[in-house]
């Protein structure tokens, strides 16, 4: 499929993308930031929680110390002091700044600084504020006026009231320590691009669904053919799925659409030939009826305008005037039934019928006339009766019809014969009827049943056929959901077989 440039990328797909992706990116710095503030956290909360220990260590030891009754702060501050030079090489805490701080803030004893008259009232720090609200706290990498160094400070009150504070140099080894761990930052990284490449791969699959899907629309908008193979290899996905149900959708319409149009072409053609064949009809019954009205009128003018005609030509042309009279009225009981049987079918009323008993009259009803030019009839029917739902005329007319056409052009030692071929087809009889008179020509067998069609019309007129007999035999078959053919009777002659339903 050749596409423009302009659509080698869908703009949904872009957009979904661009969407997703920065919701996405939106949740990881999220999600960094609260892992870098949960991670810094740990860590302070952990030395935090290491020099509270050193705190609560060194009020144990103050505790322990007897100061002697009325003397001064400066021998209770030389003595606490002494102590505490002790006790911090001891335990190894050299490099951490100790500072005692009475409970109304004046600070009583600091390891760095021994000029106390530097120090400001520190009930305003946010360490020892905190520790007179909960026990303890801390602050975090704050400038100290006495010794303009930061430092980490975890202050505790002890129970007497005041407050000892631990203060850990802020220097590089501190800030390592306190550093969070970028590791998982550069592993977030690398997780984010193979989402993301992911999260492309599965788009891209999209596109090309939706590209796929917008040429067919543009297609079938633009009105052009949609071609049998075309738009099968739609992704295997759900909006694949869709996308090529809804192009089966559309080709069943455009299907249904082609045969609706083609189906009424078929119509209009039926239609055309119907009015053809009604001219046509109408023609043939104008013209089969002019010949004998013609003949009858032609007769009575003789006799009318010849009052000394002899008798014998008065009694010829009333002769043929009855004759003509007899083929007229013929004709028109036939044209009657074919017209009941094209318009009115649904009026024509059924009843049990014995086709046995049917063919049996009328082998009697015509015996004189195919006897009388040297034709047999073999009658080759079951003895049985052969019982079906029909209208008794018309199956009279079926093999009346039949029987006469053989009687009119077999010829003389002829035979004709009427076989049951089979009951097997239920609830259909099939029968086969047959001459071996001279036949017709292979050209002639697919007409035989057209109104007025006649191998030899001169033989035809001059015998006074009608013309529709054998287009009566057809309506009749099909009129009881029967099938009816002709074909040559091997080595001479003319069959015909066909169908009639039994119930």
């Known amino acids: 499929m050749n596409l423009n440039r302009k659509n080698k990328h869908s703009t949904f797909a872009l957009t979904l993308f661009l969407s997703v992706f920065f919701l996405f990116l939106v949740f990881f710095g999220c999600t960094l930031w609260y892992q870098y503030h949960r991670e810094r956290d740990y860590k302070v909360s952990l030395l935090y929680q290491k020099l509270e220990d050193?705190?609560?260590?060194?009020?144990?030891?103050?505790?322990?110390?007897?100061?002697?009754?009325?003397?001064?702060?400066?021998?209770?501050?030389?003595?606490?002091?002494?102590?505490l030079d002790e006790y911090l090489p001891r335990h190894d805490l050299r490099g951490i700044r100790f500072t005692l701080i009475t409970g109304d803030g004046n600070v009583f004893y600091d390891s760095e600084e021994k000029n106390f008259d530097k120090f400001?009232?520190?009930?305003?720090?946010?360490?020892?504020?905190?520790?007179?609200?909960?026990?303890s706290g801390y602050d975090v990498r704050r400038v100290s006026q006495s010794v303009n160094?930061?430092?980490?400070?975890?202050?505790?009150?002890?129970?007497e009231g005041y407050y000892v504070r631990t203060a850990l140099p802020y220097d590089t080894q501190l800030a390592a320590s306190l550093k969070v761990d970028y590791h998982f930052i550069g592993f977030s990284g690398f997780l984010l691009l193979v989402v993301a490449a992911f999260?492309?791969?599965?788009m891209r699959r999209i596109d090309i669904t939706i590209i796929k899907l917008r040429s067919f629309v543009r297609k079938?908008?633009?009105?052009?053919?949609?071609?049998?193979?075309?738009?099968?290899?739609?992704?295997?996905?759900?909006?694949?799925?869709?996308?090529?149900?809804?192009?089966?959708?559309?080709?069943?319409?455009?299907?249904?659409?082609?045969?609706?149009?083609?189906?009424?072409?078929?119509?209009?053609?039926?239609?055309?030939?119907?009015?053809?064949?009604?001219?046509?009809?109408?023609?043939?019954?104008?013209?089969e009826l002019k010949t004998p009205v013609t003949s009858i009128q032609g007769y009575l003018e003789i006799i009318v305008n010849t009052p000394n005609l002899p008798a014998e030509k008065r009694d010829t042309f009333l002769r043929q005037?009855?004759?003509?009279?007899?083929?007229?009225?013929?004709?028109?009981?036939?044209?009657?039934?074919?017209?009941l049987l094209d318009e009115a079918s649904e009026m024509i009323s059924k009843e049990l019928i014995d086709i046995r008993l049917v063919v049996s009259r009328l082998e009697e009803e015509l015996r004189m006339n195919y006897e009388e030019r040297g034709i047999r009839f073999e009658n080759e029917?079951?003895?049985?009766?052969?019982?079906?739902?029909?209208?008794?005329?018309?199956?009279?007319?079926?093999?009346?019809?039949?029987?006469?056409?053989?009687?009119?052009?077999?010829?003389?030692?002829?035979?004709?014969?009427?076989?049951?071929?089979?009951?097997?087809?239920?609830?259909?009889?099939?029968?086969r009827y047959s001459d071996n008179g001279p036949g017709v020509g292979e050209e002639h067998l697919g007409r035989l049943f057209e109104r007025f069609y006649r191998v030899d019309k001169g033989r035809s007129r001059k015998l006074?056929?009608?013309?529709?007999?054998?287009?009566?035999?057809?309506?009749?078959?099909?009129?009881?959901?029967?099938?009816?053919?002709?074909?040559?009777?091997?080595?001479?002659?003319?069959?015909?077989?066909?169908?009639?339903q039994a119930q």
């Open 321 to 339: 005037c009855y004759s003509q009279s007899t083929r007229l009225a013929n004709l028109l009981k036939d044209i009657s039934q074919l017209t």
């Open 54 to 83: 050193y705190n609560q260590i060194l009020i144990d030891e103050l505790e322990q110390v007897s100061l002697p009754k009325n003397s001064s702060q400066e021998e209770r501050r030389t003595i606490l002091g002494q102590k």
């Open 120 to 135: 400001e009232n520190h009930l305003g720090r946010p360490e020892i504020q905190e520790a007179g609200q909960r026990g």
């Open 220 to 287: 079938v908008d633009s009105g052009a053919r949609i071609g049998e193979n075309e738009y099968q290899d739609f992704p295997n996905n759900e909006l694949g799925e869709i996308s090529q149900h809804l192009v089966h959708i559309y080709k069943k319409l455009s299907d249904a659409k082609l045969e609706l149009l083609d189906g009424r072409e078929r119509l209009l053609e039926q239609k055309a030939l119907q009015v053809q064949q009604r001219k046509e009809l109408t023609q043939n019954i104008a013209h």
């Open 464 to 500: 006074g056929g009608t013309g529709l007999g054998l287009a009566i035999v057809k309506n009749a078959v099909l009129f009881h959901n029967g099938t009816i053919q002709a074909y040559a009777n091997k080595p001479h002659g003319l069959c015909f077989e066909f169908t009639l």
């Open 381 to 431: 029917l079951p003895a049985r009766s052969l019982l079906m739902r029909g209208n008794p005329s018309l199956i009279y007319s079926i093999f009346r019809n039949l029987m006469d056409n053989s009687i009119a052009y077999a010829g003389a030692n002829s035979t004709m014969r009427l076989e049951l071929l089979s009951e097997a087809e239920a609830p259909f009889f099939r029968f």
């Open 149 to 159: 160094h930061e430092f980490f400070y975890v202050a505790t009150q002890a129970p």
């Open 199 to 202: 999260f492309g791969l599965i």
